[in-house]
């Protein structure tokens, strides 16, 4: 199985754009799931975005229109981006790998948004 590394996040301004990076140390090719999740102070871990093998993605609705995710297969990264940031964005955010034998979660890189 993978192993995940998280960077990008940072402090930005409301309005403002990030983009979250997920270095896998193998192929994510035949990984089943990629996704994005976050968590806020006091809050439950969500989810936020994922792409499948075949490159289907799909959204909470509270980032549609806003964040994109996508992956560069010969990288063996995926990758979050995150325009129009609002303070309720918030949070630590985590790469997770996701298929039929394991589920490996990277440690997350925090993003801040201030208003």
């Known amino acids: 199985q993978v192993q995940l590394v998280e960077s990008g996040g940072g402090l930005v301004q409301a309005g403002g754009s990030l983009r979250l990076s997920c270095a896998a140390s193998?192929?994510?090719?035949?990984?089943?799931?990629m996704s994005w999740y976050r968590q806020a102070p006091g809050k439950q871990r969500e989810y936020v975005a994922s792409?499948?093998?075949?490159?289907?993605?799909s959204y909470v609705d509270s980032v549609k229109g806003r964040f994109t995710i996508s992956r560069d297969i010969a990288k063996d990264t995926v990758y979050l981006q995150m325009n129009s940031l609002k303070p309720e964005d918030t949070a630590h955010y985590y790469c997770?790998?996701?298929?039929?034998?394991?589920?490996?979660w990277g440690q997350g890189t925090q993003v801040t948004v201030s208003s």
């Open positions: 997770n790998a996701r298929d039929t034998a394991y589920s490996v």
């Open positions: 193998g192929s994510i090719f035949y990984i089943n799931t």
């Open positions: 792409i499948s093998t075949g490159g289907s993605t």
